[in-house]
């Protein structure tokens, strides 16, 4: 059966490239900070551990698309960012499509793992890391492990993305684990998990409808608010504590770069908080963008020594 161009529109709306870009900063702040410490960067394995974080993210997408398909259906407040993709139905693609894409990434992540172990000796560190951060995606919101209605799996799925990526990129390099990954890490760590909330807040009537229970379904409306509050006043002082616990200046002062943004967040949240009519696509563009921002900062920090 021949594919159209609409069908190859809709499976790239499916595959929601956008956030396949996290993943390339994330990594690349975890060779970038190998670099800063004098190590050789391999090409053939930094590309190839990429390619392996790119597929993971890809069948990650794709599962969550494929179990949450009825729920996003019925989501009246979907967003460019936020509701699912909203591809999977009978005025898109079969719903079976998500899942043979993500046993296709799934077999190509596998691939690029087999050739990277052919290249190189991969050490324990990064085989750890990678098993740690698979096991974190697959079981992302597969029922009934989900993590995504656990409780507690916004906080877990921020220290498999922003922690884990970075340091997968350094231990692939280096065999080691530096205490710049972690003082880097944590203010990323802390914005994921920002940008997790607010991603949540749109789709809050239609979660409540299904009983996903997501964080902001389990801990109310209002703790969920100062949750994502207390998530950037955290990140901001973390970063400071970093700077003085050694983190390069260029790096620390550089991503205060961020700070309007953030302060812009809090903001948005707290006329939300009033009962100002909602811009849910600002709001969670905003949080994307405040993430994704300090994530490159960080990046070019590290470079530009």
Same mark, same amino acid.
């Given at each position: 059966m021949p594919v159209s161009w609409r069908q190859i529109i809709l499976f790239i709306r499916l595959s929601r490239p956008l956030f396949l870009l996290g993943g390339v900063l994330l990594y690349g702040l975890g060779g970038a900070i190998a670099d800063y410490l004098g190590h050789s960067l391999d090409p053939t394995t930094y590309i190839l551990g990429q390619?392996?974080?790119?597929?993971?993210?890809l069948m990650t997408q794709y599962l969550n698309e494929y179990y949450d398909a009825e729920r996003d259906r019925d989501n009246e407040n979907r967003t460019p960012l936020t509701g699912g993709s909203g591809i999977l139905g009978s005025e898109g693609l079969p719903r079976r499509t998500a899942l043979y894409a993500a046993a296709f990434s799934l077999a190509l992540a596998t691939t690029a793992v087999i050739l990277l172990n052919a290249h190189i000796t991969v050490l324990f560190v990064a085989w750890g890391i990678l098993l740690l951060g698979f096991a974190g995606a697959f079981f992302y919101n597969i029922?009934?492990?989900?993590?995504?209605?656990?409780?507690?799996?916004?906080?877990?799925?921020?220290?498999?993305?922003?922690?884990?990526?970075?340091?997968?990129?350094?231990?692939?390099?280096?065999?080691?684990?530096?205490?710049?990954l972690i003082m880097s890490s944590t203010p990323l760590i802390a914005l994921h998990f920002t940008m997790l909330i607010a991603f949540e807040f749109p789709d809050y009537a239609s979660d409540l409808k299904h009983n996903k229970r997501t964080l902001l379904v389990r801990a109310s409306w209002q703790l969920g608010m100062r949750l994502h509050n207390i998530a950037i006043i955290f990140a901001i002082v973390s970063m400071l504590v970093a700077f003085y616990l050694g983190?390069?200046?260029?790096?620390?002062?550089?991503?205060? =770069?961020?700070?309007?943004? !953030?302060? +812009?967040?809090?903001?948005? /949240?707290?006329?939300?908080?009033?009962?100002?009519?909602?811009?849910?696509? =600002?709001?969670?563009?905003? !949080?994307? +963008?405040?993430?994704?921002? /300090?994530?490159?900062l960080e990046l070019i920090g590290y470079l530009l020594n």
């Amino acid at each position: 059966m021949p594919v159209s161009w609409r069908q190859i529109i809709l499976f790239i709306r499916l595959s929601r490239p956008l956030f396949l870009l996290g993943g390339v900063l994330l990594y690349g702040l975890g060779g970038a900070i190998a670099d800063y410490l004098g190590h050789s960067l391999d090409p053939t394995t930094y590309i190839l551990g990429q390619v392996t974080i790119t597929f993971i993210q890809l069948m990650t997408q794709y599962l969550n698309e494929y179990y949450d398909a009825e729920r996003d259906r019925d989501n009246e407040n979907r967003t460019p960012l936020t509701g699912g993709s909203g591809i999977l139905g009978s005025e898109g693609l079969p719903r079976r499509t998500a899942l043979y894409a993500a046993a296709f990434s799934l077999a190509l992540a596998t691939t690029a793992v087999i050739l990277l172990n052919a290249h190189i000796t991969v050490l324990f560190v990064a085989w750890g890391i990678l098993l740690l951060g698979f096991a974190g995606a697959f079981f992302y919101n597969i029922p009934p492990f989900s993590l995504m209605t656990s409780g507690y799996g916004e906080i877990m799925t921020s220290f498999l993305v922003a922690g884990l990526l970075p340091s997968f990129a350094y231990a692939l390099q280096t065999g080691q684990i530096h205490r710049f990954l972690i003082m880097s890490s944590t203010p990323l760590i802390a914005l994921h998990f920002t940008m997790l909330i607010a991603f949540e807040f749109p789709d809050y009537a239609s979660d409540l409808k299904h009983n996903k229970r997501t964080l902001l379904v389990r801990a109310s409306w209002q703790l969920g608010m100062r949750l994502h509050n207390i998530a950037i006043i955290f990140a901001i002082v973390s970063m400071l504590v970093a700077f003085y616990l050694g983190l390069p200046r260029q790096v620390a002062l550089g991503s205060m =770069i961020a700070l309007p943004l !953030a302060i +812009a967040q809090i903001w948005q /949240m707290d006329r939300i908080r009033q009962g100002y009519p909602a811009r849910w696509r =600002i709001f969670t563009y905003s !949080a994307l +963008a405040l993430f994704a921002l /300090m994530a490159y900062l960080e990046l070019i920090g590290y470079l530009l020594n």
